[in-house]
């Protein structure tokens, strides 16, 4: 059974720093490229980063390019996403999704029609930026 569990989320004040991990279980992850995905109540889900097991390169979305850095460790079957300089509107629930190829691809940042087609997701982890 293909599983990904979140956590790391929490409350944070502006400019702080949270790491976000993803365990997937079910299936290896060194033949899957992993994303990283946002979503506030509302609104579109957004692709957040990118990771290819492939070549190991990484896509970022503009607006956290330089503040977040996503990383992945095989023999744990983890995923990270490390989050500084957090921003007020940085706030929503992040979910970490796998794509069953190698690379994550041009349209990685789409979610649905269009997009990368991801296979799994996991429930998602709350991320709050206080002041």
């Known amino acids: 059974q293909v599983q990904l569990v979140e956590s790391g989320g929490g409350l944070v004040q502006p400019g702080g720093s949270l790491r976000l991990s993803c365990v997937v279980s079910g299936f290896t992850l060194d033949y899957y490229a992993i994303g990283w995905f946002r979503q506030a109540p509302g609104k579109v889900r957004e692709g957040v980063a990118c990771i290819s097991s492939s070549d190991g390169f990484t896509y970022y979305a503009d607006s956290v390019k330089g503040r977040f850095t996503i990383s992945r460790d095989n023999a744990k079957n983890t995923v990270y996403l490390q989050m500084n300089s957090l921003k007020p509107e940085d706030p929503d629930v992040y979910y970490c999704?796998?794509?069953?190829?190698?690379?994550?691809?041009?349209?990685?940042?789409?979610w649905g029609p269009g997009g990368a087609a991801y296979d799994s997701w996991g429930q998602g982890t709350q991320v709050t930026v206080y002041s």
């Open positions: 999704v796998a794509r069953d190829s190698r690379f994550c691809g041009s349209n990685w940042y789409v």
